[in-house]
């Protein structure tokens, strides 16, 4: 079963860093991996998606890597803002089985910002 | 606007009574899922459909029931079984096919037990 973990679990930065956020799964067999940011309260509103076979995509200070073979991704914000405080989450989808259709999460980042 | 709208978004349930919680979206995505969401738990798969007609159990259907008659509905039921029903839901949707598929999450329901 894929399991995904994301580390660290909290992060406390001044604005104005560069951060990495990391994302690990288990089983390399899979489609794509989507970045998700959640403010408290609400829903998960999606920052990047990577197909299997690319290895990053960018929007505006966000980067996000894939490292398929080693079960690796990062989150990259650049010049981070107040702003970019909330929690980042993780997914994967598989590529195979009977869990064709799912996705499986990781527990999140709980991003702070402080000005 | 395209989206998915979940309501309510606050819903107050005595114990043994059964809720519904509705998902609506207008993107023409194939695919549905349900999610539970508890502090420190993460994300936790309910219930999921990839067409209409047809839906999976996820990690944790037990007290839950679904339909999917149409595209753009996916209703959950929590039932009177579910012992711990208190939590965030979130529904989601996403194209069919192996190389798209980017997910989108409605804005949540929030069901407190009584």
């Known amino acids: 079963k894929q399991e995904v973990t994301q580390i660290p679990a909290a992060l406390s930065v001044p604005e104005g860093e560069n951060l990495v956020l990391n994302c690990s799964f288990t089983?390399?067999?899979?489609?794509?991996l989507q970045w998700f940011r959640q403010d408290p309260g609400k829903g998960l509103t999606s920052l990047l998606l990577?197909?299997?076979?690319?290895r990053e995509q960018t929007s505006g200070r966000l980067n996000a890597s894939l490292d398929k073979s080693s079960g690796r991704s990062t989150l990259y914000i650049a010049a981070s803002q107040p702003g970019d405080s909330a929690t980042y989450l993780c997914a994967v989808r598989p590529d195979r089985g009977s869990t064709l259709g799912r996705l499986y999460f990781g527990r999140g980042t709980q991003l702070t910002v402080w000005p | 606007d395209g989206g998915i709208t979940q309501s309510p978004k606050y819903l107050f349930r005595k114990e043994g009574q059964n809720v519904t919680l509705s998902c609506e979206q207008n993107l023409n995505h194939d695919a549905m899922y349900w999610y539970r969401q508890d502090p420190g738990q993460g994300l936790r798969l309910i219930y999921y459909?990839?067409?209409?007609?047809?839906?999976q159990k996820g990690d944790i259907a037990e007290g839950y029931s679904v339909s999917r008659e149409k595209k753009e509905s996916f209703p959950l039921t929590v039932t009177s079984a579910q012992k711990n029903p208190t939590a965030f839901y979130l529904c989601a949707s996403r194209t069919k096919g192996p190389h798209t598929g980017e997910l989108f999450f409605g804005e949540g329901s929030r069901l407190t037990v009584l």
């Open positions: 990577i197909q299997s076979s690319q």
């Open positions: 089983d390399s067999a899979i489609y794509n």
């Open positions: 459909s990839q067409i209409v007609n047809d839906f």
